[in-house]
């Protein structure tokens, strides 16, 4: 008799719900680029226990058709992508309708939505597989019902993880969880200035940004004015590699005296990459900026950079969390970035390799 057998679906869901989810932050970057997706200005957060109890995300974006509340949580299915080819042009974060499946196998979820369109907001709940024994994969538990709720969506998760008791287990925490949050927001919210971000913890206010495009008051309200007060534009354009590089670094300072002031506010370091609007883990991009920096001893508290790369010369569907990405001509972009940086650094700033001021 062979050995080989096929896994149980439910199995087969919490595994790959695990891989797309590995923790909170992961869960509220889902949760947030749908709200973008759905072209929301307004986004609230609210967590509880460092999003293990709570995760919560309301919008004011378009809303989910009543019709789609049988769908909205089901694996592969998605209102974004309708066949392989449209992968090449994807303006979206989303694409492959696995975010809700995933965290609807891993937590107790609740949706309630309005259309502009609709007479009233209606909501639904979907729970993870042990509770539902008789109903089927990623269907809801009972018919939507009509809700009381303003134009747009509100999801919220429950009991994170409730069904991967090690992984639970682990993330003892709290407080490492909700700073994880916490900066994935902060992510967002100087990314995107034209968005109003509100993160509420516990019941307390942690942050809002108010939305109106201003990106320095953006870091003003998140990081400090005397931080702020240091931020430059960074800009680089290149028809041949066909790419644009812009970002906002602060003025460096010495490696010693961001040593000597690791207490204060604004010597927190905040460092993001954004390619093609797309959060990313990039180190790639993040080596030739350190690079010059170390060769002055120096160092950056403040550093957002953006890529944009012809659509066609990029592929983002590399890994289900999308925080990876692979592009053409890789080494030579980089080497245009890091020349770029180095005399920005040298003639803006005035620092010379090995720190001698010009
Ligand atoms: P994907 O984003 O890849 O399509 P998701 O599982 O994240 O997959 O979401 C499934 C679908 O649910 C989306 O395609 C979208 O139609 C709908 N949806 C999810 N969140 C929202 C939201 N905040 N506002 C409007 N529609 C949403
Ligand atoms: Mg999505």
Redesign the pocket.
Known sequence: MGLIQRLPQDVVNRMAAGEVLARPCNAIK?LV???L??GATEIMVNMQNGGLKLLQVS?N????ERD?FDL?CERF????LQKFEDLMHMKT?????????SLSHVSKVNIV?KREDGKCAYQANYLGEKQRKSAQDGKMLAPTKPAAGKNG?C?TATDLFYNLPTRRNKMTTHGEESKMVHDTILRFAIHRPDVSFALHQNQSSDFRTKGDGNFRNVVCTLLGRDLADTVLPLSLESTRLKFKFTGNVSKPITSATSKNSQNRKTSRSFFSVFINGRSVRCDILKHPIDEVLQNRSLFCQFVALHLEIDETRIDVNVHPTKSSVIFLEKEEIIEEIREYFEKFVSDIFGFEPRGNVK
């Open positions: 889902e680029e749908n709200s997706d759905a919008d974006g378009k809303g989910i789609d909205v299915a998605t209102s974004k974060y989303g694409f492959r309708g696995e975010a809700l499946a939505s969506t999801i």
